[in-house]
């Protein structure tokens, strides 16, 4: 299919941890604060590589990067996908979560405790295109690029593609 339309960028969102809302969390805005937090995790839940999950693929990446595969293992808990794993840590089945920002935030008993610091941060950038030039989807792009839309991504997780 053909683009017909200009390519609207909605922004980026990055993988971090959360954890439960109101609970202590550590802070994780250093690598070194960030695997000190992984080490004091009781349990972390995380979405299955196995199924494709980019925030869970990328996560087993870095454990095995900072070496601490082998000592985090018994307490890595695998979900089918990233909500679910958001969802566990919510009723306090795991400690930690490892998800995409947009699948943390605006959820219910959730707080983010951060993004994923560099050198290991990575984030996943969102477009839209309209495939067909009628006045439908011409006004959907605009509102897509509106005030109340870029508000509406903040609050959820997306930062500025700049």
């Not at 299919?1 to 994780?28: D, E, K, N």
């Not at 070496?67 to 840590?89: D, H, K, T």
């Not at 795991?94 to 008993?109: D, F, K, N, W």
């Amino acid at each position: 299919v053909g683009r017909r339309g200009p390519v609207v960028a909605l922004g980026r969102t990055g993988i971090g941890l959360a954890g439960r809302a109101g609970a202590a969390h550590p802070a994780i805005g250093s690598p070194e604060a960030f695997a000190a937090a992984l080490r004091r995790a009781a349990s972390i839940g995380y979405a299955d590589p196995a199924r494709g999950a980019t925030a869970g693929r990328h996560f087993i990446g870095v454990v095995e990067a900072l070496g601490l595969a082998a000592e985090l293992r018994p307490r890595l808990r695998p979900f089918p996908f990233g909500v679910e794993a958001v969802a566990a840590v919510g009723r306090g089945e795991v400690e930690l979560v490892v998800s995409q920002a947009t699948e943390i935030l605006g959820q219910p008993g959730i707080a983010l405790v951060g993004l994923f610091p560099p050198p290991h941060a990575l984030s996943t950038a969102y477009e839209a295109v309209a495939l067909s030039a009628t006045e439908g989807a011409v006004r959907l792009l605009q509102a897509l690029q509106g005030p109340a839309a870029e508000e509406a991504r903040t609050c959820y997780g997306f930062f500025e593609d700049r």
